[in-house]
C-alpha cells in the first residue's frame, strides 16, 4: 500500500500536472470505485483543480466550488499519466480515467479483489476520510510520545495504525524500526524515555530520507514504480537477506497475509521472535481487515 513517501511524490507530480486545470471528465471502468452518488460525479466536470492534498494514505483533489475527489489506493492501486487522452487500461486492472487539458490521469489495481475507492465530497464532508492520525512529520517529541503512548500495543502496529499516526504502513514501519534499533513486538507501555525519544527521532529521519530518494528517482518525470518492495529498503521485504548494518540475516515474522521484517542483531539483542510464540500476541494485536492498514 503506497504509504506517505510514495503519496507525498504523487502529490508532487500530480500538483505539477492539473493544479489550475479543468477536470474534464471521469471516466468509469469498474462500478466497484465510486463509493457516494450525492454529490454526483458529473458536478466535479469542468471545475478547475486548486489544490492536491495527502489526507493520511488517500490523495484529495481539490475543485473550485469546494468539491472533492478523494482517491484511496489501498493495496495495489497505481496511478499513471499520459500526455494525452488515455483509454482505461485493460479491461482487468484498469478502473478509471481523469481527463484534462494536458493529458490523462489512470487508475489501475492488480488483482481480483478491488479495494482502491473514489468519493465526491463536499468541503464540509472531507474530514470523514481522515483517519486522524498525528502527522509525524508536523510533529513535536512531546506530541508523538503522547500519542505513541496513549494505547498499549506493541510499536509496530502503533506506528502502523492511522488513528494514531498518518501514512505510516506495513512497509516503513519496518524500515523506521530497524533505524531506532527498537523490535517491533515490544509493547509501547514498556518503552523507556530515550527509546521512545530514538523512535521519534527514527521516524522523522526515515520518512524524509524517503521522501528526498523517491523525489530523486522521480524527477520531473511521474512516479511509475511505487511498490513496497524496494532494493535500498534495510529490512522490510529483505527476509533471509543481510542487515545493511551488521550482515546479519534479516528475520521476519508472518501473521495470516502480513509479514514483519526485522534484524535480530540490531533490534532485539540477537533474538529470533518465533511466529508460533507470538500468535496470540498477533492476534490481540495485528489488523484483522485491511481497512485498518488503510
Known amino acids: 500500500m503506497p504509504e506517505l513517501p510514495d503519496i507525498t511524490i504523487y502529490i508532487e507530480a500530480l500538483a505539477s500536472r492539473v493544479v489550475g486545470q479543468a477536470l474534464e471528465n471521469v471516466r468509469i471502468a469498474s462500478p466497484f470505485l465510486l463509493r457516494t452518488f450525492d454529490p454526483p460525479l458529473e458536478e466535479t466536470f469542468g471545475r478547475q483543480v486548486v489544490e492536491v492534498r495527502r489526507l493520511g494514505k488517500r490523495i484529495a483533489f481539490g475543485l473550485e466550488g469546494d468539491l472533492w475527489l478523494v482517491l484511496h489506493l489501498m493495496i495495489a492501486g497505481r496511478l499513471q499519466w499520459q500526455s494525452s487522452k488515455a483509454r482505461i487500461v485493460g479491461s482487468k486492472s484498469g478502473l478509471a480515467a481523469f481527463d484534462f487539458p494536458s493529458g490523462s490521469l489512470t487508475l489501475t489495481e492488480a488483482g481480483s479483489k478491488k479495494r482502491a475507492s473514489l468519493h465526491v465530497v463536499r468541503g464540509g464532508d472531507l474530514g470523514t476520510h481522515q483517519p486522524g492520525g498525528l502527522e509525524p512529520l ?25 488513528r494514531l499516526f498518518s501514512g505510516i504502513g506495513n512497509a516503513y514501519s519496518d524500515e523506521i524500526l530497524h533505524a531506532a534499533r527498537l523490535s517491533p513486538v515490544k509493547l509501547t507501555s514498556k518503552l523507556t524515555d530515550e527509546e521512545a525519544s530514538r523512535l521519534f527521532t527514527a521516524t522523522q529521519q526515515t520518512l524524509l530520507h524517503w521522501i528526498d ?4 528517482q522521480t524527477g520531473d518525470g511521474f512516479p511509475t514504480k511505487v511498490t513496497a518492495f524496494r532494493p535500498e529498503m534495510s529490512t522490510h521485504g529483505r527476509y533471509r537477506k543481510p542487515c545493511p548494518v551488521c550482515g546479519s540475516p534479516i528475520q521476519r515474522i508472518r501473521y495470516a497475509d502480513n509479514e514483519t521484517n526485522y534484524c535480530a542483531t540490531c ?3 540477537g533474538k529470533v521472535l518465533a511466529d508460533r510464540s507470538l500468535s496470540r500476541l ?13
Not at 213 to 216: A, D
Not at 282 to 294: A, F, N, S, T
Open 138 to 162: 508536523e510533529a513535536t517529541e512531546e506530541q508523538f510520545v503522547e500519542v505513541l503512548r496513549s494505547c498499549n500495543h506493541t510499536l509496530k502496529r502503533a506506528l502502523a495504525n492511522p
Open 213 to 216: 530518494l523517491l523525489r530523486e
Open 282 to 294: 498477533l492476534k490481540q494485536d495485528w489488523p484483522r481487515r485491511i481497512e485498518e492498514w488503510e
Open 267 to 269: 533490534q532485539t539483542d
